[in-house]
């Protein structure tokens, strides 16, 4: 839940960022794994063997007068960093050769410490580890040795310096006293020096090995099934980040950002993908070949949105144009043309597109006079506005041939005249303009037009282009009625994931069904004589 009427939940949002960079996502994580999976497969095979070693109190070695203290925690640490001392690693490398390193570990809150030796070889692994354990051991037995040999020779040489004073006053009837004490000092040292020996003999060093290493029977590296489960989550993780990351430097609109982007335009309509759009050579005009599909029904929703605006201001000629190519404002128009002539409106598809024009192909009709014709003076507007189908209020003006001044002809008083021509004999004239950005062709046309419509294909159109698209109308004065959100997908956030819950019923004499005869989207007529003669409201689809 959130805190404010409006703003998306943050867990929403991630989901969707995930949703749209899904693919990332699994590419990542899948080629962690892989590779996670092929160095185990090609890693040469590591075996480890343990030896473990008892930190335990020295015996023996205890001074005369002092009491044995317990093992500490610090005796143990000491242990683990005297295992790999110089004096330990000179005698493995005399007893096999070399001195491999080892890791020595202490096992839990224990004075148990575990050396553990790595090899290629199991026997080699089991045989360096006892090496550094016996090693060990035997170093801290020297130590202990040392110093038991200190403390007998301390003792040897009070009892002599004891005897000495003893003979000194030997035969001195007075000195008896002193003597006697002198004695009992003596008896006193050497039953220590005594006790000291025999403590000696079974002197350990306080380190003792509990547990000698074994060959093992498996490797202990590679383990491809745990190295796998630590890739997954690593490839996850790193994932994860990088969807964010992309996503975030992604500049490409969501719905969302457009509606945020285009500050006080309206959204008008979302339409969502048609995979057809994708095949240029077969442009299809949804609302004709498809009318119950959702791209359908979401151009009659334009249409309500289209009407209401009339209502509020005077709207007879529309530019319908786009910040970059390829982002559906031709289909857009042709296919809010349809639908605008299914509802009994008396519309004009205009193709001024000079550069590439391509509302032609999707009615199947000749380009080869049209607009640029008239334009030139060749032809009558009369002599080239054409009918895809008798049976519609709907007529399109082709583009004719391309010129090489575009923007000029569009600009002049013959083109001013032919738009207030067609404003006079139609509803509304749909004008089909070049994108904004790359020619100026665009910016004539919303001049001479009452309003100007934006298509922005979701997931292809740059923040940037759009608010530069919007700038450059801006500077002309040109009105934009609205936004038409092109290629809307459920990954986008704003998908038609809804359904629609009214089947629609089979049309029994479609007009469409009967157009397509000829041609996906409907035939081509060309209508002679003068439009406003035959511009009687046909049954609507």
């Not at 002092?66 to 005698?91: G, H, I, K, N």
């Not at 007893?95 to 030796?117: K, Y």
């Not at 002599?160 to 004695?183: E, F, I, M, R």
């Not at 998908?495 to 035939?523: D, F, I, L, M, V």
Request: charged share 15%; with cysteine.
């Amino acid at each position: 839940m959130t805190s404010e009427l409006g703003t998306e939940p943050v867990l929403r949002n991630s989901l969707m960022v995930l949703r749209r960079q899904k693919w990332w996502v699994f590419a990542i994580t899948v080629a962690c794994v892989a590779a996670s999976l092929a160095y185990s497969l090609q890693a040469h095979k590591q075996y480890a063997a343990t030896a473990q070693l008892l930190v335990q109190a020295s015996t023996g070695v205890t001074m005369p007068g002092m009491q044995q203290q317990p093992v500490t925690q610090t005796d143990v640490q000491t242990a683990l960093q005297l295992v790999t001392s110089a004096p330990v690693r000179a005698a493995v490398s005399q007893q096999i050769g070399s001195a491999p390193g080892v890791s020595v570990t202490e096992v839990g809150q224990t004075n148990v410490i575990a050396v553990t030796a790595a090899s290629g070889s199991p026997t080699q692994a089991a045989r360096i580890a006892n090496a550094y354990a016996s090693a060990y051991v035997s170093y801290r037995q020297q130590v202990a040795s040392q110093s038991l040999a200190a403390a007998e020779a301390q003792l040897r040489s009070q009892i002599g310096s004891l005897a000495a004073q003893v003979a000194a006053l030997h035969g001195n009837t007075k000195d008896a006293p002193a003597v006697g004490a002198l004695l009992n000092q003596e008896a006193v040292l050497k039953e220590q020096l005594a006790q000291l020996q025999v403590g000696g003999a079974v002197q350990l060093g306080g380190v003792e090995l509990v547990t000698p290493a074994q060959a093992p029977s498996a490797p202990s590296s590679p383990r491809p099934a745990r190295n796998a489960v630590l890739a997954l989550a690593v490839g996850l993780a790193l994932a994860l980040g990088a969807a964010f990351l992309r996503d975030s430097l992604d500049d490409r609109l969501s719905p969302k950002d457009a509606a945020e982007q285009a500050g006080g335009i309206p959204v008008m309509a979302l339409i969502p993908m048609v995979t057809s759009w994708r095949k240029r050579e077969r442009p299809l005009v949804a609302s004709l070949a498809q009318p119950t599909s959702p791209a359908a029904e979401a151009y009659r929703s334009l249409r309500t949105s289209i009407q209401f605006s009339r209502q509020e201001r005077q709207l007879r000629s529309l530019v319908v144009t786009s910040p970059a190519a390829s982002e559906g404002k031709t289909a857009t128009l042709a296919n809010l043309g349809v639908v605008l002539a299914q509802a009994g409106e008396r519309v004009v598809l205009v193709s001024c597109d000079l550069r590439r024009p391509r509302l032609e192909d999707f009615f199947g009709i000749s380009a080869q006079a049209g607009m640029t014709t008239v334009l030139l003076g060749e032809h009558s507007l009369d002599e080239v506005l054409q009918q895809p189908d008798s049976r519609q209020t709907l007529w399109l003006l082709p583009a004719g041939p391309v010129p090489h001044n575009p923007a000029e002809l569009l600009s002049g008083p013959t083109a001013r005249r032919i738009f207030a021509a067609l404003r006079d004999r139609f509803d509304l004239v749909l004008i089909d303009s070049p994108p904004v950005l790359p020619v100026t062709d665009a910016v004539v046309l919303a001049k001479q037009a009452d309003a100007t419509l934006m298509v922005v294909a979701v997931g292809q159109t740059r923040r940037a282009d759009m608010q530069r698209a919007t700038e450059k109308l801006a500077q002309v004065n040109a009105g934009i009625l609205g936004m038409v959100l092109n290629q809307v997908t459920k990954q986008a956030g704003y998908g038609y994931h809804y359904g629609y819950g009214y089947a629609y019923k089979p049309y029994r004499a479609s007009s469409e069904a009967a157009a397509a005869a000829t041609h996906p989207n409907g035939g081509a007529r060309h209508v002679s004589g003068s439009p406003a003669k035959g511009l009687t409201n046909g049954p609507t689809a």
